[in-house]
């Protein structure tokens, strides 16, 4: 029989999990039974919503047996099975649901990572066992197969016999070593233990053999040991459990177990509602971004459970995009088992639910704002861009529930503020919320506009996210109080006196700097903002450079341009050069004020157009 090799990736992560020095070992099994009541899962569905099919309850269950002779342990179901094809591209490579990018900045040392991040399923068998087999018949199928590898030099797949659909995963055990015990998976007491812990509200029932001894029949005293079957798992979804009986780590250990995520979550939300609609949820905000959150991959959605039957994996209609981190779990017995994907998006009464499931996301991000400001601004940091992309996207249309979410720097308090706190402490003569845009704090914090703002006493809130400024136009108010940038070029502060008295000459050598600067600026000024800078750019109207920088490092380049303003401090020592070029030498006045025109931009962070140039303007002065 042929042996077929792995693909590359496969290859490389098996060879992690038998070499794994990973120490949770025991979570193979939870895997398994995982995947077996996922195929049961689609069996009952099949089942349920197909009408020539007959079902019976009792016939779905997960069952675990053990050879202590052969060192075998089993983990059969009677779901859905898979065909030829099937388990050719389910077990020949690696989970498709494509959480397993094997890009090499993620390349890791050791399995730990690997298993720590994604959960790799199947797989995982391979850190207990020499080999494992897979004998399977699928739904339909008048064939069965067995799929077989003793690890990363590849597999066979073979016709096999097989009565009943279903699935039987048979791993062979490893041999003990010195640092390692592999004889424990072939102990009741401590696979009763392992599947109580994990896998206690898989819904179809875990049958296994347990020995105890009972007294002997007609006897009084003498006992003989019997294996009975018995079911291990309480099956009842942790989501249907009264909330007072589970623990932080119940939920915890089922975020794990769902494969939301490696790490803690930074909070859980339990809904049973009992309104026009009855359903239960079970949500949960990620402690971690998860590495493809803010990639095009990344996919949202809820669980979505019609009476405890899984009805789709990631129903995206329940969450709305700037919620999308949120993971979990929704069931409702008011939802048809025969609801196809299409008839979802237009079904009320999933409309209704997913609204308050909105609102009460909504509220207890509030809630942890208010009550636990630590935590928030951990969420924040991981998601608070997304919140920001949604109050900008669908026009502008959530900004009313995403404002109060927001965090930005503030100049005064030099950590995150909310845009209340900044209202609720405005000066009486403040007009403005103030902002300054910049690709970082500290360089936000030696711009001259921010410098003069400052001066006056006005706290600013520095933006360093692409998108902060974007949101904030659509925002373009909060409680009345309108937004601000410090580098427009009418800030309104100082009774309009940047506008310094003019002389006629000088008007003139403003004229001849426009004419030079034509193309590349809409007016040149004079302010008074600047203190020790002889110059910098504000600008004018909707895009800011800010944004125009963003937008310029788009894929489809709009190549919009902010209407720029050369604003020139006339107590500056350079002025009074470019004044005496003006009057004596006209080459010199060319060169001044490109200079000062590139030096502008730099500040901005801004490409000079011509550097050689530039660089060339320097020497001659020197
Ligand atoms: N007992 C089973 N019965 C039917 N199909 C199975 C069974 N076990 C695994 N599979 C199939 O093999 C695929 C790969 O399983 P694996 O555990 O590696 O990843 P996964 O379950 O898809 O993803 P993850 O473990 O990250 O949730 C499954 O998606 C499923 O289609």
């Known amino acids: 029989m042929e042996k077929k090799e792995f693909r590359a990736e496969s290859k490389r992560l098996l060879d992690l999990m038998i070499n794994s020095i990973y120490t949770n070992k025991e979570i193979f099994l939870r895997e398994l039974i995982s995947n077996a009541s996922d195929a049961i899962d689609k069996m009952y569905y099949k089942a349920l919503t197909d009408e020539s099919l007959s079902f019976n309850k009792e016939d779905y269950f997960i069952r675990i047996n053990?050879?202590?002779?052969?060192?075998?342990?089993?983990?059969?179901?009677?779901?859905?099975?898979?065909t030829k094809e099937e388990l050719e591209d389910n077990l020949g490579i690696i989970a498709q649901s494509g959480s397993f990018d094997f890009k090499k900045e993620n390349e890791v040392k050791d399995g730990f990572d690997i298993i720590g991040q994604f959960g790799v399923g199947f797989y995982s068998a391979?850190?207990?066992?020499?080999?494992?087999?897979?004998?399977?018949?699928?739904?339909?199928?008048?064939?069965?197969?067995?799929?077989?590898?003793?690890?990363?030099?590849?597999?066979?797949?073979?016709?096999?016999?097989?009565?009943?659909?279903?699935?039987?995963?048979?791993?062979?055990?490893?041999?003990?070593?010195?640092?390692?015990?592999?004889?424990?998976?072939?102990?009741?007491?401590?696979?009763?233990?392992?599947?109580?812990?994990?896998?206690?509200?898989?819904?179809?029932?875990?049958?296994?053999?347990i020995t105890s001894n009972k007294l002997k029949e007609g006897s009084e005293d003498e006992y003989e040991e019997v294996k009975e079957e018995k079911t291990i798992n309480s099956m009842i979804p942790i989501w249907r459990k009264n909330k007072n009986e589970l623990t932080d780590e119940d939920y915890e250990k089922f975020y794990s177990e769902k494969h939301f995520g490696f790490e803690k979550p930074l909070k859980y939300i339990h809904m049973s509602v009992d309104g026009v609609i009855r359903y239960d949820a079970i949500l949960y905000i990620p402690g971690e971004t998860p590495y493809d959150f803010y990639t095009k991959e990344y996919e949202k959605g809820l669980e979505l459970y019609s009476s405890g039957?899984?009805?789709?994996?990631?129903?995206?209609?329940?969450?709305?995009?700037y919620f999308g981190f949120v993971k979990g779990i929704v069931d409702s017995e008011d939802l048809s088992l025969n609801i196809s994907r299409e008839m979802l998006q237009h079904d009320r009464q999933l409309k209704l639910i997913a609204k308050k499931i909105r609102e009460k996301i909504k509220d207890e991000l509030?809630?942890?704002?208010?009550?636990?400001?630590?935590?928030?601004?951990?969420?924040?940091?991981?998601?608070?861009?997304?919140?920001?992309?949604?109050?900008?996207?669908?026009?502008?249309?959530n900004r009313d529930i995403l404002e109060d979410l927001l965090l930005f720097y503030s100049s005064n308090e030099?950590?995150?503020?909310?845009?209340?706190?900044?209202?609720?402490?405005?000066?009486?003569?403040?007009?403005?919320?103030?902002?300054?845009?910049?690709?970082?704090?500290?360089?936000?914090?030696?711009?001259?506009?921010?410098?003069?703002?400052?001066?006056?006493?006005?706290?600013?809130?520095?933006?360093?996210?692409?998108?902060?400024?974007?949101?904030?136009?659509?925002?373009?108010?909060?409680?009345?109080?309108?937004?601000?940038?410090v580098s427009s070029s009418d800030l309104e502060l100082d009774n309009e006196s940047e506008k310094e008295e003019k002389q006629d000459d000088d008007e003139e050598l403003i004229n001849s700097m426009k004419k030079i600067l034509s193309g590349?600026?809409?007016?040149?000024?004079?302010?008074?903002?600047?203190?020790?800078?002889?110059?910098?750019?504000?600008?004018?109207?909707?895009?800011?450079?800010?944004?125009?920088?963003?937008?310029?490092?788009?894929?489809?380049?709009?190549?919009?341009?902010?209407?720029?303003?050369?604003?020139?401090?006339?107590?500056?020592?350079?002025?009074?050069?470019?004044?005496?070029?003006?009057?004596?030498?006209?080459?010199?006045?060319?060169?001044?004020?490109?200079?000062?025109?590139?030096?502008?931009?730099?500040?901005?962070?801004?490409?000079?157009?011509?550097p050689v140039e530039f660089t060339n303007n320097i020497w001659k002065l020197l």
């Open 66 to 82: 053990v050879d202590k002779e052969n060192r075998t342990l089993t983990v059969s179901d009677t779901g859905i099975g898979m």
């Open 126 to 209: 391979f850190m207990v066992s020499d080999k494992v087999t897979v004998i399977t018949k699928a739904y339909g199928d008048s064939n069965a197969y067995k799929w077989e590898s003793e690890g990363a030099d590849g597999y066979t797949i073979d016709l096999a016999e097989k009565e009943h659909t279903g699935t039987d995963i048979i791993l062979k055990l490893k041999e003990n070593t010195e640092d390692e015990s592999y004889d424990e998976y072939l102990e009741e007491y401590r696979l009763q233990g392992i599947i109580k812990r994990y896998s206690d509200f898989i819904r179809y029932p875990i049958k296994m053999d």
């Open 309 to 321: 039957v899984l009805i789709m994996n990631k129903c995206a209609d329940l969450l709305p995009d």
């Open 366 to 397: 509030l809630n942890l704002l208010k009550n636990d400001r630590e935590k928030y601004e951990k969420f924040f940091e991981n998601f608070g861009k997304q919140l920001k992309f949604g109050v900008y996207s669908e026009f502008g249309m």
């Open 414 to 485: 030099k950590k995150l503020i909310t845009l209340e706190e900044y209202v609720d402490r405005m000066k009486e003569d403040q007009k403005y919320i103030y902002y300054a845009t910049g690709e970082s704090i500290q360089r936000i914090d030696k711009l001259p506009q921010v410098d003069f703002v400052k001066e006056k006493d006005y706290e600013i809130l520095y933006l360093t996210d692409d998108v902060d400024e974007f949101a904030i136009k659509v925002l373009t108010k909060y409680k009345e109080k309108e937004f601000k940038s």
């Open 520 to 610: 590349k600026v809409k007016d040149v000024r004079f302010t008074k903002k600047l203190k020790d800078h002889p110059v910098y750019l504000a600008s004018e109207g909707d895009l800011s450079i800010e944004m125009e920088k963003v937008l310029n490092q788009m894929p489809n380049n709009p190549n919009l341009k902010a209407e720029k303003i050369l604003e020139i401090n006339a107590n500056h020592n350079v002025y009074n050069r470019l004044k005496s070029a003006f009057e004596n030498d006209e080459d010199n006045l060319e060169l001044y004020t490109n200079l000062l025109y590139n030096q502008a931009l730099l500040i901005e962070g801004l490409p000079i157009e011509d």
